[in-house]
């Protein structure tokens, strides 16, 4: 589950207005450390502080990136594919 409450992608295209103005939406999923890369001792260096925000800090440098929406690593395909609205599109394009 994402750590911030925020309308899911199909919310907010369920406005037929909304999809009439918008060509796309770029939506970002943070994946976990695997197990081989946490054995090595390798740290997170990308965070999602925020609905729409992605941290990332490596080496000292820090960059902030914004997106329509972001996951971070606890979220499961099931939410992410709900929540970015892609079950939406593959419904549309089944059932018109």
Excluded: W
């Amino acid at each position: 589950m994402s750590l911030f409450n925020h309308r899911s992608a199909a919310e907010e295209f369920a406005d037929q207005e909304d999809i009439k103005q918008n060509n796309f939406s770029v939506a970002v999923r943070v994946r976990p450390l695997t197990n081989t890369e946490a054995q090595r001792g390798e740290k997170t260096v990308v965070y999602c502080p925020g609905e729409s925000t992605l941290y990332v800090n490596h080496i000292g440098q820090e960059k902030v990136f914004r997106f329509d929406a972001v996951f971070d690593s606890t979220t499961s395909q099931e939410e992410l594919f709900e929540e970015s609205g892609v079950k939406r599109l593959i419904d549309l394009a089944l059932y018109g």
